[in-house]
Nanobody
């Protein structure tokens, strides 16, 4: 059964940090291109970051320099380390698998499976 599950969300003060994890089962993780996406209340999904099969990364301008995506293929797990958080980072964060190499290269922001998400709230 294909399953992605996120962990690590919570409430933090501005300037704080969190590290999200996305555990995967039922997919060949080491050959999968992966996304982090977030959705704030009342807004549409916003692409945050992606990573290819060998660890090359890309980031949205809004998080560049503050967030770091990484993967551990031995654990079939994706990570998102978030530093210097601001209230604008408040959202439901979810991981997703990009369907194929073309979608990754073209940044179509399509995905074929995603997790339910973990809530991140940044407030004082």
């Amino acid at each position: 059964q294909v399953q992605l599950v996120e962990f690590g969300g919570g409430s933090v003060q501005p300037g704080g940090s969190l590290k999200l994890s996305c555990t995967t089962t039922g997919i060949t993780f080491r050959t999968s291109y992966m996304d982090w996406i977030r959705q704030a209340p009342g807004k549409g999904p916003e692409w945050v970051s992606d990573i290819d099969t060998v660890g090359n990364t890309r980031y949205a301008d809004s998080v560049k320099g503050r967030f770091t995506i990484s993967r551990d293929n031995a654990k079939d797990t994706l990570y998102l380390e978030m530093n210097n958080l601001t209230p604008d980072d408040t959202a439901l964060y979810y991981c997703a698998r990009i369907p194929n190499y073309s979608d990754y290269v073209l940044q179509t922001h399509k995905y074929d499976v995603r997790g339910p998400g973990t809530q991140v709230t940044v407030s004082s």
